[in-house]
């Protein structure tokens, strides 16, 4: 991952729906991430201090092959303490486009490339502590290359899962990242799919 872009402009006196920032002031700043609070009059008419992080945004790729598969990719997370299954991705640099953020990710992870793309949205997976989006993204007709993945992703595995199994890994939780789960569900319930 990248460092921290702020994905909006810091106004102060700015109305956000019913909130109302006051002021904003920076906690702390990281290779990864940095922390704000900001001096807010929430819907209530109460005032507070409003702590935020600001971090990359961050893409997912379905890699869907002809055959009814998806690339998956299985490595040990740090914070949650487990190996994790997920669909490829990763950050968003300062200034790049998702979509080619996506294949970027795409090529370092598994080596393949995509003569097609379709964009399936953005989610907020912290709402309520971060703007950061994850992008999420269809790859089909793949071409196979070779990966080149980060010295961090050393123990990254990847592999083509029918369809049918990752769905089930979704539902049952052994595929731990909530975009993932959605990305992975969504391009099951695409008609033709499964």
Known sequence: MRGPR??????????????????????????????????????????????????????????????????????????PKRRMLQAVGGGVDPGEEPQVAAAR????????????????????????????RIHLFAAEDLRAGTAHPEAAEADLEVKAWPLAEAV???LDGRIGCAASAQLVLTVAEAPGRR
């Open 105 to 132: 990710e795409l090529a370092e992870e598994t080596g393949l490339t995509a003569a097609r793309w379709r964009s399936l949205g953005a989610v907020w997976p912290l709402p309520g502590l971060s703007p950061a």
């Open 6 to 79: 702020v994905a909006f402009p810091v106004v102060e006196g700015e109305q956000r729906g019913p909130w109302m920032r006051r002021s904003t002031t920076q906690i702390t700043q990281g290779k990864r991430f940095a922390a704000y609070a900001d001096e807010v009059t929430d819907p209530g008419g109460g005032s507070g201090r409003y702590e935020w992080v600001e971090t990359p945004d961050l893409v997912r790729v379905a890699a869907l092959t002809g055959d009814g598969r998806i690339w998956l990719a299985e490595q040990y997370h740090y914070l």
């Open 168 to 170: 089930a890994a979704a």
